[in-house]
C-alpha cells in the first residue's frame, strides 16, 4: 500500500512537472509572435514622425494654420473637450516594454461642431475615443469634458455623453426596441419616459419597420442607425462615434451622415473618427489628423487643404531617376509650394494649377525630361496627410 | 427604486429572457446528468452492496453528487455568454452608461440562480418520478440556498476568467482544466472512502468534496450532519470572494 502510494505521488509529480515544461514553453512561443504585431505598429514611429517634422512641414506649418488650437478656434464658441498631453501607454508583453498609442494629443472641441479625428488604422484614433468616453484611463494627462474633469467625474461625464463604438453593441438575441429601451432606463428614465422616447426616436430615425425584430436580422444599414439611435436615447450633449460609415454602401453611409448633421443642426456636439478622408471633408467642421499617435495637423478641411497650396500635379516617369532629377529641379523653383517623390511619380503642390501646368511641361520639355503621365487635381485632405506623413493614407492602411 | 439595484435588475432581467429566447439550453443543460442517471447510475447497484459504501442504494448515493456535478458545469460554462457580449459591443456600451461596475456584474450573476433551479428542481422531479430516488423535502429546501451559492460562485469565477482571456477557446481549455479534477475528486462517481489514502487527503482541499457529502446528507434526510454547516460557510466565503473579484475585473476591464 505505502509503496503504491509513493510511486502514485511520484506520478503526479511527474504530471504537474509535464504541464509546467508545457505551460513555459506555450509561453515562449507565443511571445515572439505578440510582440512582432506589436512592433509593426510601435517602431515605424520615430523614422516617419521625423520626416515632415524637418522636411517641407515645417513651411506649411509657418504659413496659415497653427498646429496649437486657439488661433483658429471661431471666437466666443466654448469648448466641450479640452484635452492637455494626453497619453496612453499600453504595456507589451515582450522584454521592450511599451507601447505608446497616444503621444501628447491637445485640442479642443467646440460646441455644436462635428470634429473629426483622421488618420490610418493602428494611428491612436480610437484610442483616444475610448480615453475619453471614460473607458480607457489616461496614462498622463488632463482632460475636461462638458466641464468635469476625466479623472475623476467619470459619472457626471457619462451622463452627458453618448458612444457608439466600431461594432455597436446591439444585443442579437433581443429586438430593437428592447435594446433602445434596455438603455433608456440604464440612463435612469423611468418605464413610462423610455417608452416615450423609444417611440419618439423610432419615429424620428423611421424605425418602427424593424424595431420587433431581432437585431440580428438587421443589414448592416438598419444595425447602423439602431446603434445611433442607441447612442442618443438620452439626448447627449456630445456624441462619439467610432467609425460610424464603416463596412457601410454608399446609400447607407449617406443616410447615417444626414442623421449627423440633424443633431448638430439641433444642437449636438459630435465626435467622429474616421479614415474616410472625402467624408470627413464633406461632413465635418473640424478635423484633426493623427498619425502615430500624435496630432499633425488639425483645422477647418478647407484650411487644411489650403496649406498644402490650391491645386496638385502629379507627374508620372518612365523611370525613377528621371523622377528624381526632376524633383531636384524644382527644388526650390518659386512655381511649386511644395512637392512629394514616390517612385516614379512627383507630385506638385501650386497655386493656380492650370496656369502653372504649362509652364512646368515646358521647362520639362527644355530639360528632356519627357512625363508619362499627367493629372491636375484639387487638393483632397489625402493630400494633407501625404503631405505630412510621407505617404498616402491608403499605403498606410496597406501596411 | 435605489438606481444601483434597479440597474442589477434591468440586467439580470434582459440576460434572462435572453437565455430563455434560446430554449436549447435548457436540454443541453440538462442533457448530461440524465445521461448520467440512465446510464451510469445502474452501473453502481453492483457496488451499492459493497461494505462500507455509504447510502442505501445507488440512486441515493448518485442523484444528490449529479445535482452538484451540474451546478459545477453549468455554472462554470457561463462566461461563454459574457464573451459573446464583449465581442458583440454590448458590455463596452452599458459601461459608457452612468451604471455601477458592480451593477452590470451582479446582473449577470443574477441569471445563474435562476437557470439553476429552473435545471435542478427539473433534474429532482425526473429522479424521483423515472429512478425512484426518496427525498427528503426539508433537506432539498435546504440543498437548494446551498446550490445557488455554488453556482455564484462557479458562474462569477468563470465570468472573471471571460473577462481575462475574451476568447473562448482559452476559456473552454481553462474551465476544463479547472472543473475536472474538482468534479472527480469530489466522489461525485464513486465514493471517496473508496479512493487510496493520497486521493482521500487531496479530496480534503476540493471544496465539492464537502458540497456532495452535504447534498448527498440533504437528500436522504440527515440535515444535521456536520458536513451542511462547514459547507454552507466554505462557500459563502468563496462565493463572496469570486463575486468581489468579478466586480473588480468589470471595473477594470478593456473590453
Known amino acids: 500500500m505505502e509503496i503504491q502510494d509513493a510511486q502514485f505521488i ?10 509546467a515544461v508545457v505551460l513555459f514553453a506555450w509561453h515562449v512561443v507565443m511571445r515572439p509572435r ?38 483658429n478656434l471661431p471666437t466666443g464658441q466654448s469648448a466641450i473637450i479640452e484635452t492637455h498631453n494626453l497619453r496612453r501607454t499600453f504595456a507589451s508583453r515582450g522584454k521592450r516594454g511599451k507601447v505608446e498609442a497616444v503621444r501628447g494629443i491637445d485640442f479642443q472641441v467646440l460646441r455644436g461642431e462635428i470634429f473629426g479625428l483622421l488618420g490610418p488604422n493602428g494611428a491612436g484614433k480610437t484610442t483616444t475615443m475610448r480615453m475619453l468616453c471614460t473607458l480607457l484611463i489616461p496614462t498622463t494627462g488632463s482632460v475636461t469634458i462638458a466641464g468635469h474633469s476625466l479623472s475623476h467625474q467619470h459619472l457626471e461625464i457619462r451622463k452627458r455623453i453618448g458612444y457608439v463604438s466600431q461594432v455597436g453593441g446591439m444585443q442579437r438575441e433581443a429586438t430593437g426596441r428592447e435594446n433602445l429601451m434596455l438603455q433608456a432606463k ?17 419615429t424620428l430615425l423611421n ?47 449617406a443616410q447615417v451622415w444626414e442623421q449627423v448633421k440633424k443633431l448638430r443642426d439641433q444642437g449636438t456636439t459630435i465626435f467622429v473618427t474616421t479614415h474616410y478622408l472625402e467624408e470627413a471633408d464633406a461632413l465635418c467642421d473640424r478635423v484633426a489628423i493623427v498619425d502615430h499617435g500624435i496630432i499633425v495637423a488639425m483645422g477647418t478641411p478647407a484650411e487644411l487643404k489650403k496649406t498644402i497650396g490650391e491645386d496638385s500635379i502629379t507627374l508620372e516617369f518612365a523611370d525613377s531617376t528621371q523622377a528624381q ?46 512625363v508619362a503621365r499627367i493629372a491636375l487635381a484639387h487638393p483632397t485632405l489625402d493630400d494633407v496627410f501625404l503631405k505630412l506623413t510621407g505617404r498616402t493614407l491608403e499605403a498606410s492602411e496597406a501596411r | 427604486m435605489n438606481k444601483t439595484i434597479r440597474d442589477i435588475f434591468i440586467i439580470g432581467k434582459r440576460e434572462l429572457l435572453i437565455q ?44 444528490p453528487g449529479m445535482l452538484i456535478m451540474n451546478v459545477l458545469f453549468g455554472a462554470a460554462f457561463a462566461g461563454f455568454g459574457l464573451i459573446d457580449q464583449l465581442r458583440s459591443g454590448f458590455i463596452e456600451r452599458i459601461r459608457v452608461t452612468p451604471v455601477k461596475r458592480a451593477s452590470i456584474a451582479l446582473g449577470f450573476v443574477l441569471r445563474t440562480p435562476v437557470v439553476l433551479i429552473i435545471q435542478s428542481a427539473i433534474l429532482l422531479v425526473v429522479a424521483v418520478l423515472f429512478f425512484h430516488l426518496r427525498v427528503d423535502i426539508g433537506g432539498v429546501l435546504l440543498l437548494l440556498p446551498l446550490l445557488i451559492i455554488i453556482g455564484i460562485t462557479m458562474a462569477s469565477l468563470s ?97
Request: glycine fraction near 6%; hydrophobic fraction near 50%; charged fraction near 15%.
Open chain 1, 10 to 19: 511520484g506520478f503526479l509529480i511527474a504530471l504537474l512537472a509535464v504541464g
Open chain 2, 159 to 255: 465570468y472573471t476568467i471571460a473577462l481575462t482571456v475574451k476568447d473562448e477557446g482559452t476559456l473552454a481549455a481553462i474551465t476544463n482544466f479547472f472543473t475536472l479534477p474538482l468534479f472527480l475528486l469530489a466522489g461525485v462517481m464513486l465514493p471517496i472512502s473508496f479512493a487510496p489514502k493520497v486521493i482521500q487527503s487531496i479530496a480534503h482541499f476540493d471544496p465539492f468534496t464537502y458540497a456532495v457529502d452535504a447534498s448527498r446528507a440533504l437528500v436522504n434526510g440527515a440535515v444535521g450532519d456536520h458536513s451542511v454547516p462547514v459547507v454552507f460557510i466554505i462557500f459563502a466565503v468563496l462565493g463572496v470572494v469570486t463575486v468581489l473579484w468579478f466586480i473588480t475585473s468589470m471595473r477594470e476591464a478593456v473590453a
Open chain 1, 34 to 71: 505578440k510582440r512582432g504585431t506589436k512592433k509593426k505598429v510601435a517602431s515605424p514611429a520615430p523614422t516617419v514622425i521625423m520626416a515632415p517634422a524637418e522636411t517641407p512641414t515645417t513651411a506649411l506649418f509657418s504659413v496659415p494654420v497653427p498646429v496649437s488650437v486657439p488661433a
Open chain 1, 207 to 253: 424605425l418602427h419597420e424593424f424595431a420587433d425584430r431581432k437585431t440580428s436580422t438587421y443589414s448592416g444599414g438598419q444595425r447602423r442607425i439602431f446603434d445611433l439611435a442607441c447612442g442618443i436615447v438620452h439626448r447627449p450633449e456630445l456624441l462619439f462615434l467610432d467609425e460610424p460609415s464603416t463596412g457601410l454602401d454608399p446609400q447607407n453611409r
Open chain 2, 20 to 63: 430563455v429566447r434560446n430554449p436549447l439550453w435548457l436540454f443541453f443543460g440538462l442533457f448530461q446528468p440524465i445521461v448520467y442517471l440512465a446510464l451510469f447510475s445502474p452501473f453502481l447497484k453492483g457496488i451499492a452492496s459493497t461494505p462500507g459504501f455509504p447510502q442505501s442504494s445507488a440512486i441515493q448515493f448518485f442523484a
Open chain 1, 186 to 202: 440604464l440612463y435612469g428614465m423611468t418605464v413610462a419616459e423610455a417608452t416615450a422616447r423609444v417611440e419618439e426616436l423610432l
Open chain 1, 325 to 370: 532629377y526632376v524633383s531636384m529641379l524644382l527644388e526650390g523653383s518659386p512655381l511649386v509650394r511644395s512637392h512629394t517623390l514616390e517612385e516614379r511619380t512627383v507630385r506638385l503642390y501650386v497655386d493656380h494649377g492650370d496656369a502653372t501646368l504649362p509652364t512646368i511641361l515646358d521647362l520639362l520639355h527644355q530639360q528632356n525630361r519627357p
